[in-house]
């Protein structure tokens, strides 16, 4: 490791290599000399630091986001400022807030988000990334209700990481295996790690911010099990759907409904499955209203 820093002008280069040097990520704005100007849109990246992981009752400590520019190709061609604003929630934090968000109460004291500056952020961008869109979209857009809408992307789930050579999808290290490091978990740091990220070259030719603007790009459906047996739950959860405790039923977001109602009929809606709903219910679903 060393202690020298690299803009995204540099890409690591590892294959063949037995050592390998992680640079400190210094994410400067001002173009980047990559890609093609001309043909940019406008994407913004946001993260949030909150007073825990309940959605109605939390809410945003720490709003950071930054603008770059993206061309026709998914290469990053410049980089915006970067925008962080600290809110006072209103009553202390706990100690476990206070130690994974690196925040307390005396540094919230008074403070607000300029919510007419974030909202129109957010409005001017042809996609906004979060790397966990499903956590931040709802939060953001409660909190800003005014750029409610969006088209929204995860750098998360809507990359497949693993076809690339990367292992897991930790924001941290997926960063370690692109060649840098971050030291920091403030929400600033961690939109710079994932702006590298998206630049990064994933194959040859290739960005990360490609895949996603194809995969946002594309409609998909949510699927929801109703009336599944119980008995059926371990097929469900094998073949990726999530239990929703809420409404209490199996759901998951899929590509290809063809291919998942097949399945569907023949392990959980058939009789000897003993279902009490005789089809799922479908949800198209766009990147405006994807992770709301």
């Not at 939390?58 to 962080?84: C, H, K, N, P």
């Not at 789930?157 to 897991?168: K, L, P, T």
């Not at 371990?234 to 097949?262: H, V």
Request: proline share 4%; charged share 30%; aromatic share 8%.
């Amino acid at each position: 490791m060393t202690d020298g820093t690299a803009s995204l002008a540099v890409r690591p280069r590892f294959a063949g290599s037995e050592t390998r040097r992680l640079y400190r990520l210094d994410l400067k704005e001002g173009p980047t000399g990559v890609g093609d100007p001309a043909t940019a849109k406008v994407a913004v990246v946001v993260d949030v630091e909150t007073t825990g992981l309940d959605a109605k009752r939390d809410v945003i400590i720490e709003l950071a986001m930054r603008q770059f520019r993206y061309d026709a190709e998914g290469w990053v061609t410049e980089i915006g400022r970067s925008f962080t604003w600290l809110q006072d929630p209103g009553r202390p934090l706990t100690p476990e807030i206070m130690k994974l968000t690196g925040l307390d109460d005396e540094m919230l004291r008074d403070q607000s988000i300029d919510e007419g500056l974030a909202t129109s952020i957010l409005r001017r961008a042809d996609l906004v990334v979060a790397h966990n869109a499903s956590f931040d979209r709802p939060r953001v857009e409660a909190r800003l209700p005014k750029a409610v809408g969006s088209a929204w992307g995860c750098s998360c789930v809507e990359i497949n990481w693993r076809d690339f050579g990367f292992d897991g999808r930790s924001l941290g290290y997926l960063l370690s295996q692109a060649g840098y490091f971050n030291g920091a978990h403030r929400a600033a740091a961690d939109v710079d790690s994932t702006i590298a990220l998206l630049a990064h070259e994933v194959a040859p030719g290739r960005s990360a911010m490609a895949e996603l603007v194809a995969r946002s790009a594309q409609d998909s459906w949510m699927v929801r099990a109703a009336g599944a047996a119980y008995e059926r739950k371990d097929d469900l959860k094998a073949r990726g759907y999530r239990w929703d405790p809420g409404d209490r039923i199996w759901c998951r977001e899929i590509a290809d409904r063809d291919e998942e109602e097949a399945w569907l009929m023949v392990n959980i809606y058939s009789p000897w499955a003993r279902p009490t709903s005789a089809a799922p219910e479908w949800r198209r679903i766009s990147a405006r209203d994807r992770w709301a």
